[in-house]
């Protein structure tokens, strides 16, 4: 099957040449929620139309995907398409409202409620179909311009979201039922993961480019934990999707497979050897030399049956409130970081592979963040990770 023969040709394939494990003449660069409320233009969009109304209409979804493209011409390497984690929970059945924050009325209290307030089978082209007409609509108006990323929530951090009925400080009702349930808690993980899988799935056939998986709670398990819940959800949605694209004959590298698990740093190698993702992304709480010992073959085993390619990441996001000298001293910091970890013949051969980087912030750009400071932060990406300037 050729997906790409529907769609304009890609004039930049850098960032798909870094997520393939290629190291390239600098970091191709993306930031998570690229398209958000910094930009005033999205805030225009806003005025007028709800958050899932954005989501929902192909045409809104693709004119605020783009909108950061436009902005930032020539300085990102990839779009990620305008939705929400949370449409997840909402396909199966859940209630969801973005007030600012989001909130769901009627969360699960305990498992007796899956029957009754998740449905039992989930058409996933008919309730998500959305998504699939904007990321193609979007592939077509990006020209080629730019690779097009698609993604979905991790089933923790769904999980922790339909229990808890919004964000949380403390995570206790979700914990609770790890704790209190955890044979439910892993057959309901599994249970979303199946959403997700088929979610990604007609993500990659409606022409994304690249897949993430945001994990945006792991920071709230135990090593532990993690592994006994989050990971075996993230594997299945990995499995499932890798075996997908193959019965249409898609090479599993062709559409790389992106993991951010926030804050699961005590785990990574244990997510490059079994979560059987292409590339970790990587918060600002670990060193990139760190991270790229952790996941080389040589602490996760030759034999390992999937290798991580790249990495990405990893700029704390409130670098960006910092001022001008702060954005590039911590920008080169960084890029001096991840290219050591390239450039530097011992320390590389140390480390191992992957000697791939996707730069981007280690968590999603905020609300407050003036977008001239966000053009000067890809533009210190660009000089600082280039092969040509000197560290
Ligand atoms: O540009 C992009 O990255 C694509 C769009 C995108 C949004 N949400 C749009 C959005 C992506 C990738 C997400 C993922 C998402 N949503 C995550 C994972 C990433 C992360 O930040 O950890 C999570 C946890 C959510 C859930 C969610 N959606 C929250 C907590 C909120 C409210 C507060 C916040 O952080 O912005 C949302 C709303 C949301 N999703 C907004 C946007 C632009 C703002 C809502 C608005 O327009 O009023």
Known sequence: MDLDAKFPALKNDLILRAARGEETERAPVWVMRQAGRYLPEFQEVRKKHEFFEVCRTPELATEVTLQPIRRYKGLLDAAIIFCDILVVPQAMGMEVLMNPGPSFPDPLCTPSDIPTKLKSKIDVKKELGYVFDAISMTRKALEGEVALIGFCGAPWTLFAYMIEGGGSKSFTKAKTWLYKYPQESKELLLRIADVCADFLI????????????????????????????????????????????????????????????????????????????????????????????????????????????????????????????????????????????????????????????????????????????MRFFLECVHKYSSKDTQL
């Open 202 to 373: 007609g993500q990659a056939l409606a022409g994304a480019q690249l897949l993430q998986v945001f994990d945006s709670w792991a920071s709230e398990l135990s090593p532990h934990s993690f592994q006994a819940f989050s990971l075996p959800s993230l594997k299945h949605i990995s499995t499932r999707l890798r075996a997908a694209l193959a019965l249409r004959g898609l090479p599993s590298t062709k559409i790389p497979l992106i993991l951010f698990a926030k804050g699961a740093n005590a785990s990574l190698s244990v997510l490059a050897r079994e979560a059987g993702y292409d590339v970790l992304g990587l918060d600002w709480c670990i060193d990139p030399l760190d991270a790229r010992k952790a996941v080389s073959p040589s602490v996760i085993g030759d034999d390992s049956q999937q290798q991580v390619t790249a990495l990405q990441g990893n700029l704390d996001p409130d670098v960006l409130y910092g001022g001008r000298e702060a954005i590039e001293r911590e920008v080169k910091r960084m890029c001096t970081s991840f290219r050591a970890s390239i450039d530097d013949k011992d320390e590389n051969e140390k480390a191992g592979p992957p000697r791939a980087w996707i730069a981007n912030l280690g968590h999603g750009i905020t609300p407050g963040v003036d977008p001239e400071d």
